[in-house]
């Protein structure tokens, strides 16, 4: 499997010969949202994604139970109107637009859950509709996130430890201990959220198009273009992260095979 480096993933466009107009990272890692149109471009046959997927997984594929000490919280919500109607579930995965769905999903359509608390609900789940996102770029905005929150220096960390809290814990951890074959995958990077609230016709409170910048975001800018800045230089780094994330990587190469059909 080929992975671009985030850097390349930046600068080049849907053709690979042809770089886009240049945007700044912090524009749309910086946005408390996570609703930027941005498309990686490893994964060109995604741009046209707002359908259901699902895609043949092992039983096995997700961990069974979180590793004992790490930041897996299990955080789901659950939309269903009425008793007759599917049970659908978004499994919250931190930086993958988990903030977005719990503040703009209307109350009265959801009810949130805590998988620790609730060792039933995967026999209880229709479908489990799963918000993926390209695992560097989840990275660095999960680094940068850590840093600003903890009011720590970026320069300063050890960034080969790759994990830092839960923004940084590969994704396919976070859905641990549910059945694959209910799972439907959505790409954020690719508008997955609005797909998915119109594929399944889920009531919002509005999702702001225009996030005015707070002071945390602001505080995010200089840490954010460190690390791309680092990346862009530090291939040794660039695939250390790639290697950690390669259960993450192998599910979005799934998806993209399928697609590609």
Not at 244 to 257: G, P, Q, T, V
Request: proline share 5%.
């Amino acid at each position: 499997m080929v992975v671009r480096s985030l850097w390349e993933r930046e600068v080049v466009g849907s053709n690979p010969t042809t770089p886009t107009k240049h945007v700044s990272v912090a524009e749309w890692l910086c946005n408390g949202l996570q609703l930027r149109e941005y498309r990686f471009d490893s994964c060109r046959s995604l741009h046209n994604i707002n359908r259901i997927m699902q895609i043949d997984l092992p039983k096995n594929f997700f961990p069974k139970d979180p590793d004992p000490g790490e930041f897996v919280h299990g955080h789901y919500m659950a939309f269903r109107r009425t008793a007759k109607e599917k049970l659908l579930v978004i499994p919250l995965i931190p930086k993958n637009g988990s903030q977005t769905i719990s503040r703009n999903t209307d109350r009265n359509w959801r009810r949130e859950y805590n998988r620790q608390k609730d060792s039933n609900l995967d026999a209880r789940v229709d479908n489990y509709i799963i918000v993926l996102r390209d695992p560097v770029k989840r990275w660095i905005s999960g680094t940068v996130e850590y840093c600003v929150k903890n009011d720590i220096d970026i320069k300063k960390i050890d960034l080969t430890k790759i994990v830092f809290d839960e923004h940084t814990v590969p994704q396919i951890n976070h859905l641990y201990g549910i059945t694959p074959s209910k799972c439907d995958f959505y790409i954020l990077e690719d508008n997955g959220l609005k797909n998915i609230y119109k594929k399944y016709n889920i009531k919002t409170e509005g999702i702001t198009k225009n996030h005015n910048e707070t002071i945390q975001d602001k505080k995010k800018h200089e840490p954010t273009n460190f690390l791309i800045s680092t990346l862009k230089n530090d291939l040794n780094l660039n695939k250390t992260i790639e290697k950690f994330y390669a259960s993450d990587l192998l599910l979005l190469e799934k998806i993209r095979k399928e697609l590609s059909h």
